[in-house]
């Protein structure tokens, strides 16, 4: 059974269109992640919701956003997507703990046109 | 459209035999490590990890070892098969944090 779910798994958009990206998960976790992923490229983390605490890497763009409704959920809202936004998304959750696996989703691949 | 990526390091093998896939990692104050796999179009999938108390650990097929003298992990694969062609990952955690820092993966083919 899937423990970390990603809606949709291809996603298209217009330059400058909103878009959303959604995750949801069965494991109760404390922690979900967004990794933004290019090609040929590791995962980077763009920010981590701590329960209801948002936590931003510094490097990450405003463009970016997130919500996180309910422990289950977690959404990715990029506000107006730039050529430079296309790349694979991950959702990923851990328990917050030291010494913590995270579990990735499948990935949403984004493509702007 | 999406940018060029950089040339992941590439590991060819024959199927059948034993792949080695080595990370050098960053910090001397991570305490725990995870080898992931991933296939083409989809997300990292959790293989093995070990723990800076441990310099060996094995699973099925898979044994992970850790030199924390020289800030070294590898991952050995027993009779590797086609199905294990896939980009792989280590990750480390650094000690009080639960965030991961990634390597920058290897690619594996195996060759029937």
């Known amino acids: 059974d899937a423990m970390v779910i990603q809606n949709p798994r291809y996603q298209v958009t217009q330059f400058g269109k909103p878009v959303t990206l959604s995750c949801s998960q069965t494991l109760n976790h404390n922690v979900m992640y967004w990794y933004q992923q290019k090609s040929s490229q590791a995962p980077k983390l763009l920010f981590h919701y701590y329960d209801k605490d948002f936590n931003n890497e510094a490097d990450t763009p405003d463009n970016f956003q997130s919500r996180r409704p309910n422990t289950s959920f977690c959404f990715l809202d990029i506000r107006s997507p730039g050529l430079g936004d296309a790349a694979m998304y991950l959702c990923a959750t851990s328990r917050g703990d030291s010494q913590d696996t995270q579990y990735f989703g499948p990935g949403t691949r984004l493509t702007v046109l | 459209g999406e940018s060029v990526g950089l040339h992941l390091p590439t590991l060819s093998v024959q199927e059948g035999d034993n792949s080695i896939i080595n990370c050098a990692y960053s910090?001397?104050?991570?305490?725990?490590f995870i080898w992931y796999k991933q296939e083409s179009g989809k997300g990292p999938q959790f293989i093995i990890d070990i723990r800076s108390n441990m310099d060996k650990r094995q699973g099925q097929r898979v044994t992970v070892l850790l030199n924390k003298t020289v800030k070294h992990l590898s991952l050995q694969i027993a009779a590797t098969q086609p199905g294990d062609s896939a980009v792989y990952f280590c990750a480390e955690n650094m000690k009080s944090s639960y965030k991961l820092i990634f390597g920058s993966g290897t690619r594996l083919l195996v060759r029937p």
């Open positions: 910090n001397s104050a991570s305490d725990y």
